[in-house]
């Protein structure tokens, strides 16, 4: 199947004890239409210019975020009223984390899109923040 250049709006809020906060970034990536579902890739531009973030839209559901190349990396999964762990590691040594998701709404085409993650996080099981991750991806070629 085909990869197409996109503009990947992402915009995410972290909220931790009634207070929110949001950034957002537009970044240069690809999105590519699999048997399986939609696999967006991009650059940690902002942060580690090393660093590449793969995100794999399954068709059941489901979401795999993959960061890795830089300084930091980490492995998440999500699965709508599952929790799971995943170990982000850090130059310091590597920090497990749970991952609660609320909500996975997804709607991409080869051509862009939008993606929705609301999903908890917890150390050592204890309530930590609840996030809000949108993706708009736009393409710019084809």
């Not at 762990?85 to 085409?109: H, K, M, Q, R, W």
């Not at 309530?127 to 710019?140: D, G, I, K, Q």
């Amino acid at each position: 199947m085909t990869k197409n250049n996109a503009i990947i709006n992402i915009k995410g809020t972290q909220t931790i004890d009634g207070e929110s906060y949001t950034t957002e970034i537009d970044v240069v990536g690809t999105i590519e239409e699999t048997e399986k579902g939609f696999v967006i890739e991009y650059a940690d531009y902002e942060f580690d210019s090393k660093g590449k973030t793969v995100v794999s839209f399954g068709k059941n559901g489901t979401v795999f975020m993959s960061k890795f190349g830089g300084e930091f990396s980490t492995e998440m999964y999500f699965e709508k009223g599952t929790r799971q762990n995943c170990e982000y590691a850090t130059p310091y040594g590597f920090i497990t984390v749970g991952i609660y998701t609320n909500e996975i709404n997804v709607d991409l085409s080869a051509v862009g899109g939008r993606a929705l993650l609301n999903y908890n996080l917890d150390f050592n099981t204890g309530h930590a923040a609840e996030n809000l991750l949108e993706m708009v991806v736009s393409v710019t070629d084809g």
